[in-house]
């Protein structure tokens, strides 16, 4: 997966080493899956709606040079069936901005009852000039 | 004006982000003759930089928005004042590019940028790098994860 800083990233980001910001950082993000891309430049983030789906708290970690944004394996329980395609990283558990988002290399259906499982160190973003 | 984040400068971003690091109340403003490239520190560059004994020193910079332009849909931000440099007691050479560092000597660089026309620095001329001339920007490294 190919992870990305969505614009509102970006910008935060610049704007608190500016010093421009009198915001706190995020005190947390919540993951959250798309059945299409979810890249905003994109059509935009198509949030699953199937039984049992909620977004799920995220584990952070910092690495030296790089961001690893998944520290432990993020769980969406007894899901009812769908098909997604896209990871977001929202910082409101129900609404908010997309901070963070990837792609899949193809979309993965799943059948009800499953749980699909974003392995820990599964997302991660960095910065580049 | 295109800059580019040094390995330490995009971690920095990062920590500053989640909340890890404390943001900067000011940056260090650097000249240098040749690239840095983004492995640099503050200790590498100053073999760059223009002698000390030639009447060049770094400047300081203040965060905020009197200094600094609003990355808001520009995933940069820009100085919106001059940065005087002083007048040089003997010539610099030529200057190609800046930096952004965390201290007046040695320290660390979060961004190095190329002037868009390199300027050959004399004594006795004032050293000003116009309003908008320096930025810092950042984008999206692309990290290929295969999942386990």
Known sequence: ??????????????????????????SALYAALSS???????????????????????????????????????NFVNLGAGTYLGVGLFDDA??????????????????????????????RAGLSG | MASRVTDWGAGRLVAILLGQAGAPTEFWVALASDEPGTGIDGDILADLEPAVAAGYGRVS????????????????????VPVSFG?????????????????????????????DVPAVITATFEAVIPAGALSLQAASLDTTIVPA
């Not at chain 1, 997966?1 to 706190?24: E, F, I």
């Not at chain 1, 994109?42 to 709606?49: I, M, S």
């Not at chain 2, 600094?68 to 940069?76: E, G, H, I, K, R």
């Not at chain 2, 010539?91 to 007046?104: K, N, P, R, V």
Request: hydrophobic share 40%.
């Open chain 1, 94 to 123: 129900t609404a908010g901005g997309l901070w963070f988002w990837g792609d899949l290399s193809e979309a993965v259906d799943f059948d009800t009852g499953r749980t699909v499982t974003l392995v820990a160190g599964l997302i």
């Open chain 1, 36 to 74: 299409t891309s979810a890249d905003p430049a994109g059509p935009g983030f198509t949030e699953l709606t199937v039984a049992n789906y909620a977004r799920q708290p995220v584990s952070l970690a910092y690495g030296s040079d790089y961001l690893v944004l998944s520290s432990a394996d993020v």
């Open chain 2, 87 to 115: 007048v040089p007691s003997a010539d610099w050479g030529q200057i190609s590019y800046y930096a952004l560092c965390t201290a007046e000597t040695s320290g660390e660089v979060y961004c190095y940028g190329e002037f």
């Open chain 1, 1 to 26: 997966m190919n992870a990305h800083w969505a614009p509102r990233a970006l910008t935060a980001a610049l704007k608190y080493v500016t010093g421009q910001s009198p915001d706190a950082p995020p």
């Open chain 2, 61 to 80: 910079i203040a965060t905020g928005t009197g200094a600094w332009s609003d990355p808001t849909d520009a995933a940069f931000s820009t100085t919106v």
